[in-house]
Nanobody, 123 residues
Framework: QVQLVESGGGLVQAGGSLRLSCATS????????MGWFRQAPGKLREFVAA????????RYADSVKGRFTISRDNAKNTVYLQMNSLKPEDTALYSC????????????????WGKGTLVTVSS
């Protein structure tokens, strides 16, 4: 089992920044690729960003490319999502997820999920 706990969400004005963190415990963090997904009210969950176990391979949704950066610190068992130039349409519950193996952008490919942290961007 892998436990994931997100933090760092909050209320921010459009154009602002937030950094989300996802702390993990349980099995060896460095064996897992990690991803961030989000779900806005009334909408389906969507992929945001993903990173391989080594950090050498990263993927981004087109909607966040150039604004968001995913990173990880295997010594701290933590993955981060730096979000810059936030827009009201980024408002959502952001969840991190882990999958044993290669990086994936598909939510159904993830093995473990956190409960999420809420990000609200005001206009």
């Amino acid at each position: 089992q892998v436990q994931l706990v997100e933090s760092g969400g909050g209320l921010v004005q459009a154009g602002g920044s937030l950094r989300l963190s996802c702390a993990t415990s349980g099995r060896t963090f460095s064996n897992y690729a990690m991803g961030w997904f989000r779900q806005a009210p009334g909408k389906l969950r969507e992929f945001v960003a993903a990173i391989s176990w080594s950090g050498g391979d990263t993927r981004y949704a087109d909607s966040v490319k150039g604004r968001f950066t995913i990173s990880r610190d295997n010594a701290k068992n933590t993955v981060y999502l730096q979000m810059n130039s936030l827009k009201p349409e980024d408002t959502a519950l952001y969840s991190c997820a882990a999958n044993y193996g290669g990086v994936t952008t598909h939510y159904y490919g993830m093995d473990y999920w956190g409960k999420g942290t809420l990000v609200t961007v005001s206009s």
